[in-house]
């Protein structure tokens, strides 16, 4: 999860702390070089702001799918920053290679999208005290509602088949919201894949990795190496509810990836494992979805 372990991390990788400048600078240039690479043949996508009506409010969200045709759904949960043009740029990705995807705010209870200026780093003092209010207004079960919500709104979607799976991906906070997505709606949910997510298996009792037995998806978890050194028991908490479960799993440290290292307005976005992860989902949701 982002905190200040994060905060040491992308200082000893970048050699020393960057001023707010400069990490906007390297933000603003990673996003350009990273959004996004671009599948051969990838389909036109046509993309809109949503609202998501829910048990709770209103949810802003972006909707972005193929010009044509219908497709699989799929929900993506952000990271502690939140739904924000890096976000949508992925969520156009994943819609070139053929998907209708539904990127959410899930801290629309409070504040819309985006709650934070593009190029903003968790680094910063004024990022943190804006957007840790927000990530401690979340709660399992306002996930689950948002996630029956969601998986609802793409159901009455034109763009999107029903008769196949919804997929849903998850990035740092948003790895434990995959699992539970999965679990609140098991019809619905083919396969899930967390980056680097944090609180995955822990002995809370309302540990993510406890709803396993809940669900009917396959799944991809990819580790960040600083991650799985924190806290190398994770993964084999997962493995074994899975396993137990006698559901796919794919699970694995991905070697010299920092926490964060998908997202590619993130100071340690690493594009190589970065493109690595990215093929290991579309090959997930080629499989799993139907």
């Known amino acids: 999860m982002c905190d200040e372990h994060t905060e040491r991390d992308i200082d000893a990788a970048l050699g020393s702390p960057l001023t707010r400048r400069g990490f906007a600078t390297v933000t603003a240039v990673a996003a350009v070089a990273a959004i996004m690479p671009r599948a051969r043949g990838a389909s036109a996508v046509t993309g809109q702001d949503v609202t998501v009506k829910t048990p709770d409010g209103e949810a802003d969200c972006y909707f972005t799918h193929p010009a044509t045709g219908r497709h699989a759904g799929v929900i993506v949960w952000p990271d502690i920053l939140g739904?924000?043009?890096?976000?949508?740029?992925?969520?156009?990705?994943?819609?070139?290679?053929?998907?209708?995807?539904?990127?959410?705010?899930?801290?629309?209870?409070?504040?819309?999208a985006p709650v934070v200026p593009e190029g903003a780093s968790f680094r910063d003092a004024a990022t943190?005290?804006?957007?840790?209010?927000?990530?401690?207004?979340?709660?399992?079960?306002?996930?689950?509602?948002?996630?029956?919500?969601?998986?609802e709104f793409l159901d009455a979607?034109?763009?999107?088949?029903?008769?196949?799976?919804?997929g849903t991906t998850g990035y740092c906070m948003g790895g434990p919201m995959t699992m539970r997505t999965a679990a609140a709606a098991p019809d619905r949910i083919g396969?899930?894949?967390?980056?680097?997510?944090?609180?995955?298996?822990?002995?809370?009792?309302?540990?993510?990795h406890l709803l396993v037995p809940d669900m009917r998806a396959s799944f991809l978890f990819a580790i960040a190496e600083n991650d799985d050194e924190r806290d190398p028991d994770a993964k084999v908490k997962l493995r074994e509810a899975f396993?137990?479960?006698?559901?796919?799993?794919?699970?694995?440290?991905?070697?010299?990836a920092?926490?964060?290292?998908?997202?590619?307005d993130s100071a340690v976005y690493h594009e190589e494992q970065a493109e690595r992860a990215w093929a290991r989902l579309?090959?997930?949701?080629?499989?799993?979805?139907?």
């Not at 924000?84 to 819309?112: F, H, I, T, W």
């Not at 943190?128 to 998986?151: H, I």
């Open 282 to 290: 579309l090959a997930l949701f080629e499989t799993a979805l139907g």
């Open 258 to 264: 920092l926490h964060g290292w998908c997202l590619p």
């Open 243 to 256: 396993d137990a479960a006698n559901l796919n799993a794919e699970i694995e440290v991905y070697a010299g």
């Open 191 to 208: 396969a899930g894949a967390s980056f680097h997510g944090g609180g995955l298996a822990t002995d809370d009792d309302d540990s993510p």
């Open 128 to 151: 943190r005290e804006a957007v840790m209010p927000l990530y401690q207004s979340l709660s399992p079960e306002g996930n689950v509602t948002d996630a029956k919500a969601f998986v």
């Open 83 to 112: 739904l924000r043009p890096a976000l949508r740029a992925m969520g156009d990705r994943l819609a070139g290679s053929g998907y209708a995807v539904l990127v959410a705010n899930p801290y629309y209870r409070k504040a819309r």
């Open 157 to 166: 979607q034109p763009a999107v088949d029903t008769a196949r799976k919804i």
